[in-house]
């Protein structure tokens, strides 16, 4: 009995001791329960200060910018506990809660009907962006393609998302679950980019870029921030005018190079050569400067990249100095055979654009880093642009 009475006696000391402590967390399943116990004004706080408030749209993006981070950080730095924070989390990853929809769905409107720019501040990862494809069963994974780098090939080869897995090792039989994250290099929806790593554009979530790139998609300027964030309901809901759109802008830019090249087939011999080049060039097989030297030759559009209507050309005897036969007697025999080129013609002499800077910007989007490069060359010579 007194050895009874004597650990009751301690046990009874020891409790206010062991209050005045901070407890440790613990983890629960999934998620941490924390929970804080300290001295202020003299009183136990038992939860941190803004444990109890609603989260706000810029409380969901410091948790996602900071979701690397250890738990207990991000806690502190919120103000919040850590089984909230955690939950909170899961929530912003599950496309059936709201949390998910104010953050990657809506436009992030912050109380002034400004763009809160810290949303957009870093581009959602390629994983992310394929998940929120799959987790969707209103979308058809069948107008889906992801572009990727492959060790044997060179240039990007795309495949659709709902093909098969049968060139990758494991057990995944899903060819877009079993590719390697950092092999992928862009999505997009039918032939629309909607995601690209290296351009930081992403039309899925709306964060890094979502707008046109340059002059010749109705661009926005190189640093500007966009406005308006597009997300993949509004590329969808849009396509069929975007591929109008961009279907008139590749015809009018083949039109122009065909005329410009000479017409009829030997434009169209030529073309096709010139086309070779530029897959080459997307490919990463010829230099952007080996590039614009070889279809400024005499042979393709010539030093002025106008081709046949090059205002600088010598005419002498029925003929340019280079390939192309003088443009007055192009112009009769179109007349004389009754082709409609003849209004192509006069509608590429009139451009104003080279014509080979207009097929150059006319390459997929995809292609962007390649084609700004080239036209960097090509803005050098006078009367390119």
């Not at 060790?151 to 495949?159: A, H, L, S, V």
Request: aromatic content about 10%.
């Amino acid at each position: 009995m007194r050895t009874f009475g004597l650990i009751t006696f301690l046990y009874l000391m020891c409790v206010p001791l062991a209050l005045s402590f901070h407890l440790r967390s613990y983890r629960c399943s999934s998620s941490y329960v924390h929970v804080l116990l300290r001295a202020k004004n003299g009183k136990e706080d038992l939860w941190p200060e803004r444990t109890h408030q609603a989260w706000t749209l810029e409380d969901d993006i410091v948790l996602w910018e900071e979701r690397n981070s250890d738990m207990d950080d991000i806690a502190t730095k919120l103000k919040r506990g850590v089984g909230g924070v955690a939950a909170r989390l899961e929530r912003l990853q599950d496309p059936s809660s709201p949390a998910y929809k104010r953050f990657c769905v809506k436009p992030h409107i912050s109380g002034d009907d400004e763009i809160v720019d810290a949303a957009k501040a870093r581009l959602r990862p390629a994983k992310e962006a394929i998940e929120r494809i799959l987790w969707d069963p209103a979308l058809n994974l069948h107008d889906f393609r992801v572009g990727y780098r492959d060790r044997f090939n060179p240039g990007f080869i795309e495949k659709r998302f709902d093909l098969p897995n049968s060139s990758i090792e494991g057990q995944q039989r899903s060819f877009i679950k079993a590719l390697p994250e950092h092999r992928i290099a862009y999505i997009k929806y039918r032939r629309r980019l909607i995601w690209h790593k290296e351009l930081k554009l992403d039309r899925i979530f709306g964060t890094g870029r979502s707008q046109p790139l340059d002059a010749f998609e109705g661009a926005v300027d190189e640093g500007a921030v966009d406005s308006a964030p597009m997300r993949l309901n509004a590329v969808i809901s849009s396509y069929d005018a975007w591929r109008e759109a961009a279907a008139a802008r590749s015809k009018s830019a083949m039109k122009r190079a065909t005329a410009a090249l000479g017409g009829l087939d030997v434009g169209r011999a030529k073309l096709f050569e010139v086309r070779r080049l530029s897959k080459a060039l997307a490919d990463g097989m010829l230099e952007p400067e080996d590039y614009v030297e070889r279809v400024t030759t005499a042979r393709f559009f010539g030093p002025s990249g106008w081709g046949v209507f090059d205002p600088e050309g010598d005419v002498a005897g029925g003929k340019t100095t280079g390939l192309f036969e003088n443009i007055e007697n192009f112009r009769e025999d179109e007349a004389a055979s009754g082709n409609v080129m003849t209004t192509e013609v006069e509608e590429a002499r009139h451009g104003s654009m080279a014509p080979v800077v207009e097929l150059v910007l006319s390459m997929p989007e995809e292609y962007r880093l390649v084609r700004e490069a080239a036209i960097s060359f090509l803005s050098g010579i006078p009367g390119m642009l």
